[in-house]
């Protein structure tokens, strides 16, 4: 019994250690249940969320809109967003910032910032000269950034998904256009940071259409591939998109549907907004026109009236989609003067026939990076709501040479919906069906380095090198190592992007900076001097580009190896604990357990990359990591060449403690593992001579930013700092609001209430006046006085009068639900009476109440009668004007003292179990005589006697016992046969048992 309970012990503490691990995972969970995406358009977003019962829904805002406007108005007090924000921009335009995505991620030479100064001239843009970016200058006391207005609009966003899903919410997908370089990507994770969002994703919108579209149809997905094309033409810009449908085979779930971004075409600027701008430019021509022979004011001198205008031309776009022509009319646009002015369709299309003959250029920018040709496309979709103009798909339809477009999608909430699909698949808290997602770089990055070669004996020259890190395309989240074989000493390096051949000159000034960051490493040649007997394996740098594109520089690391002689060792008591553990959580470690450790060196090696050819004995090598997810499990892995294994001397695969040699890998047939080896090969290797022995030491990193400086510690928390101030002034606004409205209400509602009939029945004349003259004074002083109170104050006066009218509110009260109160009380003392006089009729035999219990019931019933009685007797002596001493508190008291003396009862009766009954002598049941009624009832003799049985005489009063018999009929309390006797057993009646009846 001792070796069972000690066999045991090692799954008990497993057990126990799997139920501790996923109790901290529930108590992780349990203030993350709902996530969210925001699908970030350049005009309006849409948010969406998940959460236990909700499956992916869109949130409404507080106009119950599906989607809200991405505008901030700031003032000195106040702020306000949305719709509300829209129409702050007719009142005060300079307050009021929208389309400020276009700012972010640029510095103050970015063509873009003089476009948007030229588009919205209310604006006042400073410069900052600590990162050469921008911020708008709203007045000399409030300046924000484009990436605080952004922070306030994820916090807006947030506010509307708690709301909706009525709980708090941290974890977020957030939608950004494709086109989104390292900079921009980088000023949203800040913004979001400001915000205090957890960023799960950025997710390219193009991609979040993708996958809504694949989710909703999944059964139609196979394994052969389906080309599709997405042609999203939002406000502020336009993309193209490819994407390649199918189902692939992957280790974890087995056969499962996959997208993958194939092609990519953008047009930053080609959007909805610069057809209104047009539009509102013709407009502001017609009026300025209208009133030439005034001498008036040009209109585009006015900052309102453009905003007016530009609302009218947004209007009117919508409207000439449906419509031929349509009439603008704007009442009061400028000096209280009206407009009015017909427009058609063709004049339009006129003003933006440049816009269309650019709408086939990023369908050729994406069939170009895929390297397909439209017939190779089986369908296009249209995204996004400038495709509703007929210009845009008459144009979209002749370049892509289809039949028709596919317009089943909605194209507004598309990206938010496949955004918050993902943000379920991402959180630990939902489980989703798998649905693979392979996104393209569209930006290739490469590492540019220089050094010193010898081409000729005593020569030595400085030869710069470029190694394709991240190739146009190509698939990530990713992650690659690079390894340096000729540096002994510390050396620099630059990150940088490819080739941006594909973009025109216009969009190179666009994208920036083409230089990304420069890496200097510090401490490479005291890791030589810590291993002088060591063989040097390289310097081996780490990236990774994680699921939102953004590149990072995990580690670096130097690298040496030397043979040591093997000595068997005894296996350590703590290593075969753990080793037993592992075995009973579903067996040991792999070569692979370890995701991303510190001197986790795991690597495969990399098909030729571009430009990676150098001379004989370039000994730079590009690697990519074995672990990188968007491995295609679809395909075998590629085999290592011969040579390569040569060269290096050792496979691919380097574990982190280096003690365990080659022999140890699991082979490409299956075999088992370290903790699987038998024990024939486990000799094998303890006879073996000498292994291979790993060092890796890790190196010293500093970064120096090229494109665009990250926002600085002690900057980024005083931006905090303000949102947060911002935040809390808000809620004290609204909260003093609220106060004031609910005293205003109080006020109001209370004079009203005076001159009501209810109300004047139970005060006198004297009481009403004091409370009418107390209410006026309250609303003069609210009128004169309330704006610049505070909100204690409001409290206060609202407490005051509430406390001058609670006698007489009370006392209203109080008789409206005298009424309902005491008619329950009347129905539950006839009940418990009518109960009680039923317990009482149980025979002794089958009595399973005992007479204290009875008893009992019977004081509580007369004492609740007696308190009703004299309480009503007292009331009514009292005038109205009074306090009354009838409560309805107190007659729910005795209510539920009462019906707890029933229940106990009641639940004594439902348990109870039926007493045995003796037979007589023919084996039958002994049944007490039935009485007959004087009526001449015809008596059924019980089983076993004849009908000349004759029936005990009945008692004086049979009306009586009759009633109460039929009255306690319903309870039942006793066992077969005893429902007889209660009906016909009257109350007080004795007679003599027989015999058999005892």
């Known amino acids: 019994m001792a070796a069972t309970v000690r066999r045991q012990r090692p799954r008990r503490?497993?057990?126990?250690?799997?139920?501790?691990?996923?109790?901290?995972?529930?108590?992780?969970?349990?203030?993350?249940?709902?996530?969210?995406?925001?699908?970030?358009?350049?005009?309006?977003?849409?948010?969406?969320?998940?959460?236990?019962?909700?499956?992916?829904?869109?949130?409404?805002?507080?106009?119950?809109?599906?989607?809200?406007?991405?505008?901030?108005?700031?003032k000195e007090n106040e702020r306000f967003f949305g719709d509300s924000a829209a129409n702050m921009a007719i009142k005060n335009p300079k307050a009021t910032l929208r389309y400020f995505q276009h700012l972010l991620g640029k510095q103050s030479d970015n063509p873009h910032v003089a476009l948007y100064q030229a588009r919205f001239p209310e604006h006042e843009l400073g410069f900052d000269p600590q990162r050469q970016t921008v911020h708008f200058q709203i007045s000399p006391q409030l300046k924000v950034s484009p990436e605080e207005v952004l922070a306030m609009i994820l916090n807006y966003s947030r506010s509307l998904a708690e709301d909706f899903a009525e709980q708090p919410i941290k974890d977020a997908v957030i939608t950004v256009p494709a086109f989104f370089n390292q900079a921009e990507r980088r000023a949203v994770l800040q913004a979001a940071r400001m915000a205090g969002l957890k960023v799960l994703q950025l997710i390219n919108d193009n991609t979040a259409t993708a996958l809504s579209y694949g989710v909703f149809r999944r059964k139609d997905i196979n394994s052969t591939a389906q080309n599709i094309m997405f042609y999203d033409m939002g406000s502020g810009s336009t993309v193209c998109t490819i994407v390649t449908y199918q189902t692939v085979k992957t280790k974890e779930a087995g056969m499962q549907p996959q997208l993958q971004i194939r092609g990519v075409g953008f047009d930053r600027t080609l959007g909805g907004l610069e057809m209104e701008l047009r539009l509102r430019e013709h407009l502001a021509g017609l009026f300025n026109k209208q009133r030439k022979d005034q001498r008036a004011k040009d209109v585009q001198e006015n900052p309102r009236a453009m905003a007016k205008l530009l609302r009218e031309a947004n209007r009117l776009k919508t409207i000439l989609s449906a419509n031929a022509d349509h009439m603008a009319q704007i009442e009061g646009l400028m000096d209280d003067v009206d407009f009015k002015a017909k427009v058609t369709r063709a004049e339009f299309e006129e003003l933006c026939v440049d816009l269309f003959e650019r709408v086939p250029g990023p369908v050729q920018q994406a069939l170009q990076s895929a390297e397909m040709s439209l017939d190779e496309i089986e369908q296009v979709i249209l995204v996004g709501g400038a495709t509703r103009v007929p210009k845009v798909q008459e144009v979209l339809l002749k370049a892509v040479g289809k039949d028709e477009l596919g317009k089943n999608i909605n194209a507004d909430e598309a990206a938010a919906m496949g955004a918050v699909y993902q943000a379920a698949a991402l959180s630990k808290a939902f489980k989703v069906k798998p649905f693979v997602v392979r996104d393209a770089v569209i930006y290739p990055i490469l590492v540019e380095f220089t050094r010193e070669v010898e081409e000729e004996p005593g020569v030595r020259s400085l030869k710069h090198n470029k190694r394709v890190l991240f190739s146009r395309m190509g698939p990530y989240p990713q992650r690659k190592v690079i390894t340096f074989n000729r540096y002994s000493h510390d050396f620099n390096f630059h990150i940088n992007y490819g080739d941006l051949g594909f973009l025109g000159p216009e969009d190179l000034r666009v994208f920036g900076s083409q230089n990304l960051t420069t890496v200097k490493l510090k401490g490479v040649g005291e890791s030589f001097k810590k291993y002088p007997d060591h063989e040097s394996k390289g310097i081996k740098a780490h990236f990774n580009l994680d699921e939102s594109g953004v590149l990072s520089l995990d580690r670096v690391e130097s690298v040496f190896e030397t043979l040591v002689q093997d000595s068997p060792e005894e296996e350590s008591t703590l290593t075969k604990l753990g080793n037993t553990i592992s075995s009973l959580f579903g067996g040991g470690t792999t070569p692979d357990a370890k995701d991303n450790g510190t001197e986790t060196v795991q690597e495969e090696e990399e098909s030729p990359a571009e430009g990676s050819k150098d001379e004989p004995g370039e000994q730079v090598e590009l690697k990519e990591e074995a672990e990188a997810p968007v491995e295609d499990t679809s395909q075998p892995p590629p085999a290592e060449s011969k040579g390569d294994t040569a060269a290096n001397g050792e496979k691919a695969v380097e574990k982190e403690n280096g003690e365990k040699s080659e022999a140890q890998k699991p082979s490409e047939k299956g075999e088992a593992g370290p903790e699987g080896v038998p024990p024939a090969s486990e000799e094998k290797k303890k006879q073996k001579p000498a292994r291979k022995q790993r060092m890796v030491e890790e190196i010293g990193v500093e970064l120096v930013i090229l494109d665009l400086p990250d926002m600085p510690d002690d900057e980024l928390a005083r931006s905090m700092q303000k949102l947060q101030d911002l935040t809390l002034r808000d809620l004290e606004k609204q909260e003093r609001e609220k106060a004031a409205n609910s005293l205003e209400a109080f006020i109001f509602e209370t004079q009203d209430k005076l001159y009501q009939p209810e109300y004047q029945a139970v005060s006198t004349e004297e009481q009403r006046e004091e409370i009418s003259g107390k209410l006026s004074a309250a609303s003069t002083w609210l009128e004169d006085e309330g704006f610049g109170a505070t909100t204690v104050m409001l409290k206060e006066k609202l407490v005051e009068l509430r406390k001058l009218c609670q006698g007489l509110f009370f006392r209203v009260e109080e008789r409206k639900k005298w009424p309902e109160r005491l008619s329950a009380l009347d129905n539950l003392l006839n009940q418990s009476s009518m109960f009680l006089k039923g317990a009482r009729l149980i025979p002794e035999m089958d009595q399973i109440f005992t007479e204290v219990e009875m008893t009992t019931l019977e004081k509580v019933i007369n004492e609740t009668w007696a308190w009703k009685n004299a309480t009503m007797?007292?009331?009514?002596?009292?005038?109205?004007?009074?306090?009354?001493?009838?409560?309805?508190?107190?007659?729910?008291?005795?209510?539920?003292?009462?019906?707890?003396?029933?229940?106990?009862?009641?639940?004594?009766?439902?348990?109870?179990?039926?007493?045995?009954?003796?037979?007589?002598?023919?084996?039958?049941?002994?049944?007490?005589?039935?009485?007959?009624?004087?009526?001449?009832?015809?008596?059924?003799?019980?089983?076993?006697?004849?009908?000349?049985?004759?029936?005990?005489?009945?008692?004086?009063?049979?009306?009586?016992?009759?009633?109460?018999?039929?009255?306690?009929?319903?309870?039942?309390?006793?066992?077969?046969?005893?429902?007889?006797?209660?009906?016909?057993q009257p109350t007080g009646q004795k007679r003599t048992l027989k015999n058999d009846e005892l």
């Open 13 to 74: 503490l497993a057990f126990w250690a799997l139920m501790a691990v996923l109790l901290a995972d529930l108590l992780a969970l349990s203030d993350t249940l709902a996530v969210m995406s925001v699908d970030l358009g350049s005009e309006s977003m849409k948010v969406a969320i998940v959460k236990p019962g909700v499956p992916m829904e869109i949130v409404l805002n507080k106009e119950s809109r599906r989607k809200t406007p991405v505008t901030v108005t700031l």
């Open 873 to 984: 007797a007292e009331q009514a002596k009292l005038p109205a004007t009074e306090k009354p001493v009838l409560l309805s508190k107190d007659i729910e008291a005795k209510m539920m003292a009462l019906d707890r003396e029933v229940q106990y009862l009641l639940n004594k009766a439902k348990f109870a179990k039926p007493r045995p009954r003796p037979k007589d002598k023919n084996g039958t049941r002994a049944e007490p005589p039935l009485n007959a009624s004087d009526q001449g009832e015809k008596v059924i003799p019980p089983p076993g006697e004849t009908e000349d049985a004759k029936p005990i005489s009945e008692p004086e009063k049979v009306e009586t016992a009759e009633s109460e018999q039929a009255d306690a009929e319903p309870l039942e309390l006793g066992g077969p046969g005893a429902e007889s006797e209660q009906k016909e």
